[in-house]
């Protein structure tokens, strides 16, 4: 699966005291994130993404909020 998506988890500096307008800077200039992964779980809030799987362990998870995505794109389903 491929999908763009907005990733909400952008860390400030938390050891320093930042400036307003250095935060809203980052926010401005977040760019939309891609991720191809497997599918392994969904439900009505969430996609869970995994790089790779072998029986029911995954390695390399990616959890997207499903709000946050912008596209997806199934490119194969998955044969178990």
Known sequence: MYIQWIDSGISMANNIWQPVE????I?????ITETIGIKVYED??????AQTINDE????AYAIYKKNIIKQTVL???ER
């Open 44 to 49: 009505k809030n969430w996609i869970l993404l």
């Open 27 to 31: 926010i401005k200039n977040t760019s």
């Open 57 to 60: 362990q995954i390695r390399g």
């Open 22 to 25: 250095d935060c809203v800077d």
């Open 76 to 78: 194969r389903t998955l």
